[in-house]
């Protein structure tokens, strides 16, 4: 299935999410890259970065630009990271809902069945709250023996260390190295963010060319958006002079 995102598209979203906190823009922008009529918010963290990446790889290609720094030395390295490396499971198709992967953890004496994070979670979370990682860890819980109104701190970190072996891919790591001090290390890298961020580039630079154009031809933003893009470059550089 072709889940490039068209340019209308891209503004669309752009716009819908522009003003939304991160986990709204990301299930905006993995609704693009779902079947139609996929409830995306019940997808696990896993299942939307798969989403994510297709959509990066087909709009933007296999490549992801990242810049860092090295904690080692403080050099900054730039690296390209390819989508496939952020595939914890390899490359998949996305199955749409399914019964929430769970399983059983003992830790300080209770026996805690919990679930793998859906979208939803994060929605419901308020992720500048001081209590956001507490709130989201015992989302995951599905029942306790003893059964408890809320559990001790240890036993939702233990579940913490567990999440990421109930849904592979959740958390997508980079591991990394510098080539200045051959420091290596791992660093988390946000796939709705960094693609938000292009997302927004595009939009931003897209809407200065509809005004340009719409400038110098008399154009309307619809007529604009059916050039291809390198008519419009065309046009652009002949309006400049
Ligand atoms: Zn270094």
């Known amino acids: 299935m072709r889940r490039e995102l068209t340019e209308t598209q891209l503004l669309g979203i752009w716009e819908a999410g522009t003003g939304q ?73 996305v199955p749409g809902p399914r019964p929430h992967p769970s399983a059983t953890l003992l830790a300080e004496g209770y026996e805690v069945t919990y679930r793998a994070l859906t979208g939803r979670d994060l929605l419901a979370v308020d992720a500048a709250s001081p209590d956001a990682r507490r709130a989201l860890l015992s989302r995951c819980v599905v029942g306790a023996e003893p059964a408890a109104e809320v559990l001790p701190d240890v036993v939702l970190e233990a579940l913490a260390q567990r999440l990421a072996e109930l849904d592979p891919g959740a958390d997508t790591v980079l591991p990394l190295s510098c080539p200045h001090c051959r420091h290596t290390w791992t660093a988390a890298l946000d796939v709705a963010g960094h693609l938000w961020a292009e997302v927004e580039g595009y939009a931003r630079r897209l809407l200065h060319e509809v005004h340009a154009l719409a400038r110098g031809y008399g154009w309307s933003e619809s007529d604009v958006l059916t050039v291809s893009p390198a008519r419009r470059r065309f046009y652009l550089e002949a309006t400049a002079g």
């Not at 904690?71 to 390819?82: H, I, K, Y």
């Open 21 to 93: 906190a991160p986990p709204a823009r990301a299930l905006l922008l993995a609704a693009a890259a779902a079947p139609p009529g996929t409830a995306v918010a019940d997808l696990t963290l896993a299942d939307l970065n798969e989403l994510l990446l297709d959509l990066r790889e087909e709009s933007f290609g296999p490549a992801l630009p990242c810049a860092t720094e090295c904690p080692g030395c403080d050099e900054p390295l730039e690296v390209s990271v390819a989508t496939d490396e952020l595939r914890t499971c390899g490359r998949r198709t």
